[in-house]
């Protein structure tokens, strides 16, 4: 099995509100990933963790907030967003962390920011 | 640091026809290179990649990627396409970035497949 499951896989939400991203993967893999993308460009890394801990933050805004409860599950809690932040953002994970590691992507979530 | 570039933003070729995406890297040592897939809407799949050894790498749905050190290249090819292939393309390069190793994408290639 080599899926990774994000839930939802669309969110509307207003600026005040708070909401949290979903993603789990039963492969085993110690590396899970947040990516953000917007139309048209390539996945932008936000966040990896390593064996449950951040190891990676690429200098994200504090308003998203990552969490690794456990190797199988990778949260992204959202609050006081921004209407520039509406994107589809990408769960993946991959053996670990290492480059030549293939990344398994799950399909999304779309978000939109009101 | 890495980096990839895509130089063709879009593409459109005709169903059955040969197709070749371009993507050039630079890094200063060998890098670890990849060719993922998004359709509308979706995820990333891999396609295939390469690390070492043949530099001409088999990948799923019929393509193939030429790893060419002294241009800098890893173009993908496949000899027939269907219109199931239309898509976004996006190289990627891993290498190690600052001390943590990560994916560094180029800006992709979008596949139009006209009948």
């Known amino acids: 099995d080599t899926e990774v499951t994000q839930t939802p896989k669309h969110l509307v939400m207003g600026m005040t509100n708070k909401k949290s991203l979903k993603c789990e993967q039963h492969?085993?893999?110690?590396?899970m990933y947040w990516y953000k993308q917007k139309a048209k460009k390539p996945p932008e890394l936000m966040f990896v963790y390593s064996y449950e801990k951040l190891s990676i933050n690429e200098s994200v805004p504090s308003r998203f907030s990552p969490e690794c409860p456990n190797s199988s599950l990778l949260n992204l809690h959202l609050h006081a967003l921004q209407p520039e932040d509406s994107a589809l953002y990408l769960c993946a994970s991959s053996q670990d962390l290492t480059a030549w590691e293939t990344q398994y992507f799950g399909p999304g979530t779309r978000l939109l920011v009101l | 640091a890495q980096s990839v570039t895509q130089p063709d933003i879009h593409i459109t070729v005709s169903e059955g026809a040969s197709l070749e995406l371009r993507c050039n890297y630079s890094?200063?040592?060998?890098?670890?290179l990849f060719w993922y897939v998004q359709s509308p809407g979706q995820g990333l799949q891999l396609l295939l990649k390469y690390f070492s050894g043949d530099t001409l790498v088999q990948g799923i749905k019929g393509f193939e990627a030429e790893f060419k050190r002294s241009q800098s290249s890893f173009n993908l090819r496949k000899p027939s396409v269907h219109w199931s292939d239309a898509a976004e393309y996006f190289c990627?390069?891993?290498?190690?970035?600052?001390?943590?190793?990560?994916?560094?994408f180029g800006t992709g290639t979008r596949l139009t497949i006209i009948p």
């Open positions: 492969m085993g893999h110690r590396a």
């Open positions: 990627a390069v891993g290498a190690p970035s600052g001390g943590n190793e990560k994916l560094t």
């Open positions: 890094y200063g040592a060998t890098p670890y």
